[in-house]
């Protein structure tokens, strides 16, 4: 039997304890927002030739947002996403960004390229992180560390998807690329001829005319060179169009031809379709994976784009928003405009290092702005659909 | 000074300089995109000075508005006198090349861009000393006996060689105020974006300074600066929801504009009209 | 010589649609005394027309009415903007330009946000058909050989009505002088609307064409082509007819050469050098302007 002094004593003891622990959990908790919402701006290219890629990205950014929400938003408080278009013009992006970058905790965008090359010195400057998660490492890596490199450096990441392919091929000795002078495709198509060579592929180049209206010529011209398969670094509508001006001149073993990732776009399956039978491509993401989460996007995503199934690039800003989430509820940030440069830098340096993250088709961890684990997957394309080859890691 | 308010008034400089710049040849009937060639050679040459060669902003400026003048220059000894639409297409042509030229040059960066253009103090003062120089010229230009020339080639040709107007060598001075203006323009340009992309400078740019030219008032150089505060303000006023929709809004407003006021916002009567008042209203002080 | 036959054949298929545009551009230049920017764009547009009719049917007869349809009605619906602008501005064709660039801006942005989400659309493979000639790297498709010869009997078509009919005669009039045609009779207005409805007439026959030609079509492609066509114009000659007709063909053969030989994004640059360098020696076009 337990005294009376013993059991005063035992429920003293389990008090202090409970104490302890409630102290101790309250000390761990992230302070709690004040925020009324948590305004987060996008700024993206809502008008002008690519409007349609923007208007997907917002898509994916404001359904990350609505689907936030319903489970009680950030720390008790509803997320909103703003949209702020740029267009593509540099200038309209600098003073969209200098309309956030006093008073915004952490923002989404710019896009595309130009934007980003105009805006973000302004971010940097004012110490805004901004998450230009639709560009390459070439780009991001100018901004650092007020952004962060959503794919791992070009040449070790794309290299080994073009080697894959070739290995795929064993007979394949001399390849051809079509190559658009945008942006960053320039060396996403180094990165290809390199990974090319590293199984002893030869690679030559045809450049595709930005403006051009017909790819007759330009097919006769690759063709003359008598390759062994082609490979594609331009815009979705041109690869579907070169293909199907490779079909009319004959070319008819498609598994000699791998499109590249940015092309991984609806016009491609639209522009190209049974044209495309038998092509690879490699991309980021394996939109034929059946996780509950992936199955709800890709329906609301089909039901507001009229049956269409989301594309590579439409997840990225769904990810960022949960990245963005998880940051704010994992550490102190409040919200409060007082405290805004130092809880900038919290979400900041929470991001760029953020471990296992969750995201809607992988799992992955960043170092210093940059994923440490992240590969890319090598399809082939049947009737419209993408069937995974293999999963290639990218190169250390 | 808030960041919103710093750039929207650099830029209202700016494109005050490039709408003028396309004013000036008008005056003589002649679109002149050729102008924003000569803003993308000079921004590309300021920004690789500034940024390489560490030269100092003031040499950048005055090497900027050669640049720009040089451009100009050397089409003007064909086209000085050309129709406009010739003008128009070699404007286009040339940019186009120029464009070319610059993707293909890894040393200003090529497709990817030339970025780490390093800031200048006070540039929004120094812009509007600027802008408020180049107005002054362009006025006096406008109120001498080379003004009144370019206003009788626009309205016929013919007549004004009648007269004794040398419509080429007149044509010429147009076409070149105009390279300095969109030189200068263009170092502006690049000290306050700190970096470029070969893609900016496309049709687009030329169709937001047309709407801002002759939505002010192609008559007088005041209309732009009317008009580019208010386009420059409206896509920062336009709520979200209709961002998207921005394209067609300029576009609209061009169109109504051009419909219901053919001059633009501000036109000559009405300056005339405005300045007899003024005048009427001293003398009456007066007597 | 079989890579130049090859590209001879491509060019030539493009050109003739370059000839299209560009007739029924310089017609209503001459006729309307307007630059008609928006013209390629509004080809486009009918493109996408097309593109709604064959999700319903597949009777060629209708697609190409309902082409043709929509490019007159749209035509014909923006000329009372235009006559307005002549009323307010005077015949100043500079003017019509801005707002004719205003109206393509328009046209474009319209069909990137409303139009097939503003992904680009995509005609039925048997629309373009299959190869109906193939031998080493010279080929010939079912959408070429509609694009050329649909090309030629348009073309001949538009000066079998302009040189050898009456109402030919009356648009020719106008164009050298309209105020003596109004007197002698000739009904001004009801004219430069059968300029804009005959220009529609031949931009739906041209999107046809040019949909069984590319078998796809998206939002952009009227300002890739609006530039082209706008030089080619002026390189022959604002308004020259004739001249439009060799420097749009001319213009089609230039660039798929320039693809096929020059050295890649440098094969446009160099064809625009080569235009820059006539233009400079001949500015008011190879063959003097009309309008």
């Given at each position: 039997?337990?005294?009376?002094h013993t059991?005063?004593?035992?429920?003293?003891?389990?008090?202090?304890?409970?104490?302890?622990?409630?102290?101790?959990?309250?000390?761990?908790?992230?302070?709690?927002?004040?925020?009324?919402?948590?305004?987060?701006?996008?700024?993206?290219?809502?008008?002008?030739?690519i409007?349609?890629?923007?208007?997907?990205?917002?898509?994916s950014?404001h359904?990350?947002?609505?689907?936030?929400?319903?489970?009680?938003?950030?720390k008790?408080?509803?997320?909103?996403?703003?949209?702020?278009?740029?267009?593509?013009?540099?200038?309209?992006?600098?003073?969209?960004?200098?309309?956030?970058?006093?008073?915004?905790?952490?923002?989404?965008?710019?896009?595309?390229?130009?934007?980003?090359?105009?805006?973000?010195?302004?971010?940097?400057?004012?110490?805004?992180f901004?998450?230009?998660?639709?560009?390459?490492?070439?780009?991001?890596?100018?901004?650092?560390?007020?952004?962060?490199?959503?794919?791992?450096?070009?040449?070790?990441?794309?290299?080994?998807?073009?080697?894959?392919?070739?290995?795929?091929?064993?007979?394949?000795?001399?390849?051809?690329?079509?190559?658009?002078?945008?942006?960053?495709?320039?060396?996403?198509?180094?990165?290809?001829?390199?990974?090319?060579?590293?199984?002893?592929?030869?690679?030559?180049?045809?450049?595709?005319?930005?403006?051009?209206?017909?790819?007759?010529?330009?097919?006769?011209?690759?063709?003359?060179?008598?390759?062994?398969?082609?490979?594609?670094?331009c815009?979705?509508?041109?690869v579907?169009?070169?293909?199907?001006?490779?079909?009319?001149?004959?070319?008819?073993?498609?598994?000699?031809?791998l499109?590249?990732?940015?092309?991984d776009?609806?016009?491609?399956?639209?522009?190209?379709?049974?044209?495309?039978?038998?092509?690879?491509?490699?991309?980021y993401?394996?939109?034929?994976?059946?996780?509950?989460?992936?199955?709800?996007?890709?329906?609301?995503?089909?039901?507001?784009?009229?049956?269409?199934?989301?594309?590579?690039?439409?997840?990225?800003?769904?990810?960022?928003?949960?990245?963005?989430?998880?940051?704010?509820?994992?550490?102190?940030?409040?919200?409060?405009?007082?405290?805004?440069k130092?809880?900038?830098?919290?979400?900041?340096?929470?991001?760029?290092?953020?471990?296992?993250?969750?995201?809607?088709?992988?799992?992955?961890?960043?170092?210093?702005?940059?994923?440490?684990?992240?590969?890319?997957?090598?399809?082939?394309?049947?009737?419209?659909?993408?069937?995974?080859?293999?999963?290639?890691?990218?190169?250390? | 000074?808030?960041?919103?308010?710093?750039?929207?008034?650099?830029?209202?400089?700016?494109?005050?300089?490039?709408?003028?710049?396309?004013?000036?040849?008008?005056?003589?009937?002649?679109l002149?995109?050729?102008?924003?060639?000569c803003?993308?050679?000079?921004?590309?040459?300021?920004?690789f000075a500034?940024?390489?060669?560490?030269?100092?902003?003031?040499?950048?400026v005055?090497?900027?508005?050669?640049?720009g003048?040089?451009?100009?220059?050397?089409?003007?000894?064909?086209?000085?006198?050309?129709?406009?639409?010739?003008?128009?297409?070699?404007?286009?042509?040339?940019?186009f090349?120029?464009?070319t030229?610059?993707?293909?040059?890894?040393?200003?960066?090529?497709?990817?861009?030339?970025?780490?253009?390093?800031?200048?103090?006070?540039?929004?003062?120094?812009?509007?000393?600027l802008?408020?120089?180049?107005?002054?010229?362009?006025?006096?230009?406008?109120?001498?006996r080379?003004?009144?020339?370019?206003?009788?080639?626009?309205?016929?040709?013919?007549?004004?060689?009648?007269?004794?107007?040398?419509?080429?060598?007149?044509?010429?001075?147009?076409?070149?105020?105009a390279?300095?203006?969109?030189?200068?323009?263009?170092?502006l340009?690049?000290?306050?974006?700190?970096?470029?992309?070969?893609?900016?400078?496309?049709?687009?740019?030329?169709?937001?300074?047309?709407?801002?030219?002759?939505?002010?008032?192609?008559?007088?150089m005041?209309?732009?600066?009317?008009?580019?505060?208010?386009?420059?303000?409206?896509?920062?006023?336009?709520?979200?929801?209709?961002?998207?929709?921005?394209?067609?809004?300029?576009?609209?407003?061009?169109?109504?504009?051009?419909?219901?006021?053919?001059?633009?916002?501000?036109?000559?009567?009405?300056?005339?009209?405005?300045?007899?008042?003024?005048?009427?209203?001293i003398?009456?002080?007066?007597? | 010589?079989?890579?130049?036959?090859?590209?001879?054949?491509?060019?030539?298929?493009l050109?003739s649609?370059?000839?299209?545009?560009?007739?029924?551009?310089?017609?209503?230049?001459?006729?309307?005394?307007?630059?008609?920017?928006?013209?390629?764009?509004?080809?486009?547009?009918?493109?996408?027309?097309?593109?709604?009719?064959?999700?319903?049917t597949?009777?060629?007869?209708?697609?190409?009415?309902?082409?043709?349809?929509?490019?007159?009605v749209?035509?014909v619906?923006?000329?009372?903007?235009?006559?307005?602008?002549?009323k307010?501005?005077?015949?100043?064709?500079?003017?019509?330009?801005?707002?004719s660039?205003?109206?393509?801006l328009?046209?474009?942005?319209?069909?990137?946000?409303?139009?097939?989400?503003?992904?680009?659309?995509?005609?039925?493979?048997?629309?373009?058909?299959k190869?109906?000639?193939?031998?080493?790297?010279?080929?010939?498709?079912?959408?070429?050989?509609?694009?050329?010869?649909?090309?030629?009997?348009?073309?001949?078509?538009?000066?079998?009505?302009?040189?050898?009919?009456?109402?030919?005669?009356?648009l020719?009039?106008?164009?050298?002088?309209?105020?003596?045609?109004?007197?002698?009779?000739i009904?001004?207005?009801?004219?430069?609307?059968?300029?804009?409805?005959?220009?529609?007439?031949?931009?739906?026959?041209?999107?046809?064409?040019?949909?069984?030609l590319?078998?796809?079509?998206?939002?952009?492609?009227?300002?890739?082509?609006?530039?082209?066509?706008?030089?080619?114009?002026?390189?022959?000659?604002?308004?020259?007819?004739?001249?439009?007709?060799?420097?749009?063909?001319?213009?089609?053969?230039?660039?798929s050469?320039?693809?096929?030989?020059?050295?890649?994004?440098?094969?446009?640059?160099?064809?625009?050098?080569?235009?820059?360098?006539?233009?400079?020696?001949?500015?008011?076009?190879?063959?003097?302007?009309?309008?």
């Open positions: 039997m337990m005294g009376k059991k005063s004593f035992a429920g003293l003891l389990i008090m202090a304890v409970l104490l302890v622990c409630l102290a101790g959990s309250s000390l761990g908790a992230p302070s709690a927002a004040v925020v009324d919402q948590w305004e987060i701006p996008f700024l993206n290219c809502l008008t002008g030739p409007a349609s890629i923007g208007e997907y990205m917002a898509w950014a359904r990350a947002a609505y689907e936030i929400n319903q489970k009680g938003g950030i008790g408080k509803p997320v909103k996403i703003v949209d702020y278009d740029t267009g593509v013009s540099p200038e309209k992006a600098v003073e969209q960004m200098a309309r956030i970058v006093n008073k915004s905790l952490v923002s989404l965008g710019p896009v595309p390229e130009a934007c980003i090359m105009a805006a973000m010195p302004l971010a940097v400057r004012q110490g805004l901004s998450m230009t998660a639709s560009t390459t490492y070439e780009y991001s890596t100018q901004f650092f560390p007020w952004t962060l490199s959503w794919y791992p450096p070009t040449d070790k990441h794309l290299a080994p998807a073009a080697a894959a392919w070739a290995k795929e091929q064993p007979k394949m000795k001399k390849v051809i690329q079509f190559v658009e002078k945008w942006a960053c495709w320039p060396s996403m198509a180094d990165a290809h001829a390199d990974g090319l060579a590293s199984v002893g592929v030869e690679t030559f180049t045809v450049e595709v005319p930005t403006d051009a209206v017909t790819f007759g010529p330009l097919v006769v011209r690759a063709l003359a060179q008598k390759p062994d398969g082609f490979m594609f670094t815009t979705s509508e041109k579907a169009k070169i293909i199907i001006e490779l079909e009319k001149y004959g070319w008819k073993d498609k598994s000699k031809i499109i590249f990732s940015s092309a776009d609806m016009p491609l399956y639209t522009t190209g379709r049974d044209s495309l039978n038998g092509c690879y491509i490699y991309a993401f394996d939109g034929a994976k059946e996780t509950p989460r992936w199955k709800t996007f890709k329906e609301n995503y089909k039901k507001d784009h009229g049956g269409l199934d989301p594309t590579s690039l439409s997840t990225i800003y769904y990810d960022c928003v949960y990245m963005i989430k998880r940051a704010i509820e994992e550490t102190d940030v409040t919200g409060d405009p007082k405290k805004l130092a809880e900038r830098i919290m979400i900041r340096d929470y991001i760029r290092n953020m471990q296992d993250f969750d995201g809607i088709q992988m799992a992955w961890s960043m170092k210093d702005g940059i994923p440490s684990d992240k590969g890319s997957f090598l399809f082939v394309i049947e009737n419209g659909i993408k069937k995974c080859v293999t999963y290639v890691e990218a190169w250390k | 000074m808030s960041p919103v308010l710093y750039y929207f008034l650099s830029f209202t400089g700016i494109n005050i300089l490039m709408c003028w710049s396309l004013y000036l040849p008008y005056r003589v009937g002649q002149h995109y050729l102008t924003v060639a803003m993308l050679a000079s921004a590309y040459f300021s920004g500034a940024r390489e060669w560490s030269w100092p902003f003031a040499l950048i005055v090497v900027g508005i050669l640049i003048i040089l451009i100009c220059l050397i089409p003007s000894f064909a086209i000085g006198d050309a129709p406009c639409f010739t003008v128009v297409i070699i404007g286009l042509t040339i940019i090349i120029l464009k030229a610059v993707e293909n040059s890894p040393a200003l960066g090529g497709t990817i861009g030339f970025f780490g253009i390093p800031q200048v103090n006070h540039l929004l003062p120094l812009t509007y000393l802008v408020v120089y180049a107005g002054a010229v362009i006025y006096r230009i406008d109120h001498s080379l003004g009144r020339a370019a206003s009788v080639v626009f309205v016929d040709k013919n007549t004004a060689a009648a007269l004794g107007i040398d419509v080429k060598r007149l044509g010429m001075f147009f076409q070149v105020a390279g300095a203006l969109a030189g200068l323009a263009g170092t340009y690049a000290f306050l974006i700190g970096g470029l992309f070969p893609e900016f400078f496309n049709l687009g740019v030329i169709g937001t300074l047309m709407c801002m030219l002759f939505a002010g008032g192609h008559t007088t005041w209309g732009v600066i009317v008009s580019v505060p208010i386009l420059e303000g409206m896509q920062l006023l336009l709520p979200s929801a209709i961002a998207s929709w921005r394209q067609v809004i300029y576009a609209l407003t061009l169109i109504v504009i051009v419909l219901v006021l053919p001059g633009g916002l501000v036109t000559k009567r009405m300056l005339l009209r405005l300045k007899g008042k003024v005048s009427g209203g003398s009456k002080c007066n007597n | 010589m079989e890579i130049f036959a090859a590209q001879l054949l491509n060019g030539l298929s050109g649609m370059y000839v299209l545009l560009v007739l029924g551009f310089n017609l209503m230049l001459l006729v309307a005394k307007i630059i008609q920017f928006a013209y390629p764009h509004l080809v486009v547009l009918s493109m996408y027309v097309c593109w709604g009719v064959l999700r319903h597949d009777n060629m007869l209708l697609v190409v009415l309902a082409s043709v349809a929509s490019c007159i749209v035509n619906a923006i000329e009372p903007i235009f006559r307005l602008l002549a307010r501005h005077g015949l100043d064709i500079n003017v019509s330009f801005v707002v660039m205003s109206m393509a328009l046209i474009t942005d319209v069909m990137s946000h409303l139009l097939n989400y503003g992904y680009p659309i995509a005609f039925p493979t048997e629309w373009v058909g190869s109906i000639f193939s031998s080493g790297l010279i080929a010939f498709s079912a959408g070429q050989a509609y694009a050329l010869f649909g090309g030629i009997a348009a073309v001949a078509a538009f000066f079998y009505l302009l040189y050898r009919t009456r109402q030919g005669r009356v020719r009039a106008i164009s050298e002088n309209s105020l003596l045609s109004s007197i002698i009779g009904p001004i207005i009801k004219t430069r609307v059968l300029s804009y409805a005959i220009a529609g007439l031949l931009g739906g026959l041209t999107a046809v064409m040019f949909a069984r590319l078998g796809s079509a998206s939002p952009g492609l009227g300002d890739f082509v609006g530039m082209k066509v706008v030089a080619a114009s002026i390189l022959a000659g604002l308004g020259n007819l004739k001249g439009g007709l060799v420097c749009g063909l001319l213009l089609g053969i230039a660039e050469m320039a693809i096929g030989y020059l050295a890649g994004s440098w094969s446009n640059a160099i064809a625009f050098m080569m235009m820059l360098v006539i233009m400079l020696i001949k500015p008011e076009g190879l063959f003097g302007i009309e309008a």
